[in-house]
């Protein structure tokens, strides 16, 4: 295969050739940082993105997940540190440049057009056709053959590809989206907060299929504020507040208990905690709140 080179963003290296050794990571971001003139966004960020490995970037809304998705996904550059995708250091200027290289985002609004088929939404600006000059037309019996066989790859069962995709749940949508950005060559797959406005059995669902995406060899970003949706499908662990990192661990090295504590934050608990043993009342609040801080992970 030849060798690509990435134009868009500003003569980066060259994607590695085949046959030659594969990157020790898809993607990893050493001290990265963005700022808005004085305002900082993001500083101080390292982590790394393995294939069949889910990386789970934790925090409130405001703690930077969204800035961190917009670099990784070339929306905006870095302005500090150091980003390197598929063994070359990059430098994104736009979202084809991630493109390109198989760096997939799914976004919470997914895009999609609600009386559009599945299978329309599946192809929607990558459609397929067959003939040539005044006879070209759309393909829609290999469009539709393909959506149903890569939704059942995925494990997603729906009941005829022609139906509307906003007659799905939210849950099965996320797992469309998921599934066209396999299909179409995401190395790496960003979902963003796929399970925010979800119940339990849709956010089960798309945990699920995001299992899936990483058996078959992807490396995924997982952005969520929920601790409890991250632990069971999480490799690794990235926790920001106000834009800095405040916890980077492998799952060995962290119980969910530990994550949840991290996230609601150790030194406010434990202002908490004097402010109630202050007034004398609630002893056992405080003594609860005292046992989260006190359990710390080892940082990795």
Request: with cysteine; charged share 25%.
């Amino acid at each position: 295969m030849d060798s690509r080179k990435n134009h868009a963003d500003g003569g980066a290296a060259a994607v590695p050739e085949a046959g030659l050794p594969a990157p020790e990571h898809l993607l990893r971001l050493d001290k990265v940082g963005k700022h808005y003139g004085n305002i900082i966004a993001l500083h101080d960020v390292t982590m790394d993105v393995d294939a069949g490995k889910v990386t789970c970037v934790l925090g409130d809304n405001g703690a930077g997940k969204s800035t961190l998705i917009k670099i990784i996904a070339g929306l905006h550059p870095h302005d500090e540190g150091t980003f390197t995708a598929l063994g070359a250091e990059r430098h994104f200027m736009s979202p084809r440049s991630a493109l390109d290289l198989g760096i997939a985002a799914v976004y919470q609004d997914l895009a999609v057009v609600s009386l559009m088929p599945i299978w329309r939404n599946f192809f929607l600006g990558s459609e397929l056709t067959t003939g040539s000059g005044p006879f070209k037309r759309l393909d829609v019996a290999r469009m539709k053959e393909i959506t149903r066989k890569e939704l059942q790859a995925m494990g997603i069962d729906l009941r005829d590809v022609e139906q509307p995709v906003g007659q799905l749940s939210g849950g099965e949508r996320q797992c469309v989206a998921i599934a066209r950005a396999v299909h179409f060559g995401a190395k790496v797959l960003i979902l963003d907060e796929p399970t925010a406005a979800l119940g339990v059995k849709q956010s089960g669902v798309v945990l699920r299929y995001i299992l899936q995406a990483r058996d078959r060899g992807l490396g995924v970003i997982f952005i969520t504020h929920n601790p409890h949706h991250a632990y069971p499908v999480g490799d690794r662990f990235l926790l920001l507040k106000r834009g800095r990192s405040i916890g980077y661990y492998s799952k060995e090295d962290v119980t969910l208990d530990q994550l949840t504590a991290q996230m609601a934050g150790g030194a406010e608990l434990e202002e908490l905690a004097q402010e109630l043993e202050a007034l004398g009342s609630h002893r056992e609040v405080v003594a609860e709140v005292q046992a989260e801080v006190g359990r710390g992970p080892a940082r990795t």
